[in-house]
């Protein structure tokens, strides 16, 4: 009996680490840096800038007496319509977390706001596991063009590892936390 509870626990602990390791390390974007959500920022610059991942968090900072936040399908976007919004978010400072991949936008939904620039899309990546490598080869030695190679002066090829891309620091911390729990885990 104690170890089916201790199966049980264990399992049940294995699966908060793998979810808690995914949002724990994500980064948090505060919309239009210094300037915040208003009409006088270029998010389109701004988001190109910056990857997006499931379990990133995007925090708008306005002014609520004069601007919203308004989450919105990509033809409302394109439109700038808020008559029908997916999420409206009007307390001035607002933490959206990011859950699913893929297209999301966000306009102000005060009219004439949005024409005027005051939207934002993004494109949420999912989620990173770790550290993501891929093999580097070495530069290529061509052979002499009298002759060919002989197995003991063929050319040699090393691989190396590199970091992906899209790892940032924050994954990093994410993943040593998740190992690190895993580990203390596995103590039991």
């Given at each position: 009996m104690a170890l089916i509870k201790n199966n049980v626990l264990f399992t049940s602990l294995l699966i908060l680490v793998a979810l808690f390791g995914v949002t724990v390390g994500g980064t948090v974007h505060k919309v239009g840096d210094s300037k915040g959500w208003t009409m006088m920022g270029d998010y389109e610059t701004w988001a190109s800038s910056r990857t997006f991942q499931v379990g990133d968090t995007l925090v708008f900072a306005y002014n609520n007496n004069f601007h919203d936040v308004t989450e919105v399908t990509h033809n409302d976007f394109e439109k700038c319509e808020s008559s029908k919004p997916l999420m409206k978010y009007t307390s001035g400072s607002d933490s959206i977390s990011l859950t699913k991949p893929g297209l999301q936008q966000f306009i102000c939904g005060v009219p004439g706001h949005c024409t005027s620039g005051q939207k934002l899309q993004i494109h949420v990546l999912p989620a990173s596991l770790g550290p993501v490598a891929a093999p580097v080869p070495r530069p290529v030695r061509s052979p002499s063009s009298s002759?060919?190679?002989?197995?003991?002066?063929?050319?040699?090829?090393?691989?190396?590892?590199?970091?992906?891309?899209?790892?940032?620091?924050?994954?990093?911390?994410?993943?040593?936390?998740?190992?690190?729990?895993?580990?203390?885990?596995?103590?039991?």
């Open positions: 002759s060919s190679p002989s197995p003991a002066n063929a050319p040699q090829y090393q691989h190396q590892m590199a970091p992906s891309p899209l790892q940032s620091g924050a994954s990093k911390s994410a993943s040593r936390i998740g190992f690190s729990l895993l580990a203390l885990i596995l103590a039991f």
